[in-house]
């Protein structure tokens, strides 16, 4: 079948609009429409290419799920050598890289420098022909790299084409493939829950993830793109900056946050403002790279053997350090996952004092070769849990031993599986394990389940001891124990009633947070939606079989026996009944969401430094609950910016916008006023 002239017009204005909106999506963090809408455009773009199949183009965005898997990847040259930078790590260095400029251009002025965050992520090399993206390579060993277009194309913040008329014939961009820290933990989260090996840094897994032989993998994987510069010159082009202006034109997402500073104390002050960022960015960065802004004085600069002499990286400090392995633990998770944890000699990593650092799993472990008394390199970034890198062996200790994988679950003693194709060794006991019924009550009570404040870890314990709950039901009868629980060594009156007051308010939690709650292996927080939406009440999910509940929008087979396996399992049966005997509570069936308190329906909102009554996940869920989009950037498009202490440069980028700025008081006096 043909398509008819109007059709070809609509294929291609459809196309257009998605290209659009994919940039201002994923480049500027400015959408221009609703979710549903752009879900519309998308919907009828395909409808349209599964008419006239013969007419899809390779950059439509509907092209971007990943083609079958490849054998290997080929080898291809680089038009220009990707160099590497040269680095420095004090003042001092930085001091005689710019007199160094200097000296060779015949200056006496200060250099106009560009600034930028040096991305932690893998570099890659970007061939657009006339607008179109045409080819994607790594870096390879600089002169040749690995061609990952297919694999490329799957990446959502890298165009598929161009966005104008007015592009170069040819353009090769250069940029960063990297992971944003919440992807990272996200990933890590979920292959340890599901006993699969973890990454040991974002990095690494965005490095992995764009070298997967099946592109379908790498669709599934939140990687990022931010390009940093092109190979040649660009028409009408003299500095760099304006360089990357055009690249932002052309709908290219680049790198975060550069600037145009001057001289030597433009660069550091700079370094400074982006170091004290440095622990609460989204994506990770070890250290700044100063560029020359003008193109013609890069040009005279040109390069030495393997860098460019018109720019240079000042490293953060290391986030790592040495220290001994007093001894190797085994802790046991709520799934039952045996995680071995190195106990270390304590050791000050970034300004925080380590003690304890996770080995992942055995596989690590042994791969690794971790023994007690080992000098290991101990890493932290940002609050991710510290772990181990490696081992100093030079330094192992005579008669070091292997450590053994436990045949019994150190907390009570039961046997120990491992499923096909997972790492993890798990304890076979279920909640008939002291430790996986604790951990099952701390997850309960967390802030991204039921958000019971004050019922962290050790006030689980101790409870725990007194043998005041043994199960999560037992949180909700503790209120006809005030009398003993205030008498209880550190917790007191005061703590205890607001334990109990936080108890009582998580009885109106809706379903889909109890069903998440319940830490049913693989059930995340967007399927416990999907299941309460599709359910409607607890009672239909606990009556249900492996092939109704299969039946859920997002829950496949797999799931749905972890599921069914966990609501037939008796113990957990019986726990279920006593949760439909609680009184008050929201957790038996669904609750419309009033349309009319979506008072902010399509706006955005970003909000930014700690808040002293909300986290930053509760002040985002009650903003989404007023209908608002939460961005982690600010634009001229956004409503308005919460301000919270230590705002950083989201306030700075605010105020230079006009865009509204709200004190924690007024954010919450709003607040107030939606839920009325």
């Not at 870096?139 to 194309?153: F, H, M, Q, S």
């Not at 990297?178 to 599901?194: K, T, V, W």
């Not at 202490?645 to 700075?652: C, E, I, M, N, R």
Request: proline residues 4%.
């Amino acid at each position: 079948m043909q398509p008819s002239l109007q059709d070809l017009e609509i294929l291609s204005e459809l196309r257009a609009q998605l290209h659009l909106h994919n940039y201002r999506y994923y480049a500027l963090d400015d959408p221009l429409i609703e979710d549903a809408e752009y879900d519309r455009l998308f919907r009828q773009l395909q409808d349209l290419e599964a008419r006239f199949p013969a007419w899809i183009t390779p950059d439509s965005p509907t092209q971007r799920v990943g083609q079958a898997p490849v054998a290997a990847f080929v080898r291809v040259p680089h038009e220009q050598p990707m160099f590497s930078l040269d680095n420095v790590f004090d003042v001092a260095k930085l001091e005689e890289f710019d007199q160094r400029l200097r000296t060779t251009l015949l200056l006496s002025e200060e250099v106009d420098y560009i600034a930028e965050p040096k991305m932690d992520g893998l570099a890659v090399a970007l061939l657009y022909r006339n607008g179109e993206l045409v080819r994607g390579a790594t870096r390879g060993d600089g002169v040749e790299g690995e061609d990952v277009t297919a694999n490329i194309r799957t990446v959502r913040s890298v165009p598929l084409r161009l966005l104008g008329t007015e592009v170069p014939e040819l353009l090769e961009v250069r940029g960063e493939i990297c992971m944003g820290i919440a992807g990272f933990r996200a990933l890590n989260r979920q292959a340890e829950e599901s006993g699969l090996r973890v990454f040991a840094n974002p990095r690494n897994a965005a490095a992995g993830s764009l070298k997967q032989l099946d592109p379908r993998v790498t669709a599934s994987r939140p990687l990022l793109f931010f390009c940093y510069g092109v190979v040649g010159r660009l028409e009408g082009v003299e500095r760099h900056g304006q360089m990357l202006r055009q690249l932002s034109r052309w709908g290219m997402p680049v790198v975060p946050g550069w600037q145009e500073v001057r001289g030597v104390r433009g660069c550091l002050a700079y370094y400074r403002q982006l170091a004290e960022q440095r622990q609460t960015a989204e994506v990770e960065m070890d250290g700044v790279v100063y560029k020359v802004d003008s193109l013609e004085l890069q040009r005279r600069l040109g390069f030495v053997a393997r860098a460019p002499r018109w720019a240079v990286a000042h490293k953060f400090p290391a986030l790592e350090a040495k220290t001994v392995v007093e001894a190797i633990d085994i802790q046991v998770g709520r799934t039952g996952v045996l995680t071995p944890v190195a106990r270390l000699k304590p050791v000050n990593v970034a300004g925080v004092v380590v003690t304890n650092a996770t080995l992942h799993n055995f596989q690590e472990l042994a791969r690794k070769d971790v023994r007690v008394g080992d000098m290991v390199v101990v890493r932290r970034a940002g609050d991710v849990i510290p772990e181990v890198v490696r081992v100093d062996v030079s330094q192992r200790p005579l008669g070091a031993e292997l450590f053994p994988l436990p045949s019994r679950c150190p907390v009570c003693q039961g046997g120990v599986f491992q499923e096909e194709g997972e790492v993890a060794w798990r304890c076979r006991a279920g909640l008939a394990c002291d430790a996986q019924r604790k951990e099952a009550i701390i997850h309960f009570a967390s802030r991204s389940a039921m958000n019971i404040e004050g019922l962290g870890g050790q006030t689980v314990d101790l409870l725990w001891r007194e043998g005041m709950v043994t199960d999560v039901v037992d949180l909700y009868f503790l209120a006809d124990k005030r009398a003993q629980l205030v008498v209880l060594e550190g917790l007191g009156e005061k703590s205890v009633d607001n334990l109990l007051v936080a108890i009582q308010k998580s009885r109106q939690m809706d379903l889909g947070r109890f069903l998440f709650a319940l830490g049913i292996r693989d059930v995340g927080e967007v399927t416990a939606r999907y299941l309460a939406n599709h359910f409607g009440n607890l009672q239909a999910i606990l009556e249900a079989d492996q092939e109704t509940l299969q039946g859920t929008p997002e829950v496949g087979n797999k799931v749905a026996k972890r599921l069914f396996d966990f609501f037939s399992e008796p113990h957990n049966r019986q726990v279920m009944d006593r949760f439909l005997t609680v009184p008050d509570t929201s957790w038996t069936q669904v609750v419309e969401i009033n349309r009319d308190r979506r008072i902010l329906a399509g706006a955005t909102v970003v909000v930014t430094g700690t808040l002293n009554s909300l986290t930053r996940q509760e002040a985002k869920a009650r903003l989404e609950g007023l209908g608002a989009r939460v961005s982690g950037s600010v634009s001229k498009r956004t409503r308005f910016v919460v301000v919270g202490d230590k705002p950083g440069a989201k306030l700075t980028q605010a105020l230079a916008l006009g865009v509204d700025v709200w004190d924690e008081e007024t954010f919450l006096k709003f607040l107030q006023e939606g839920d009325g």
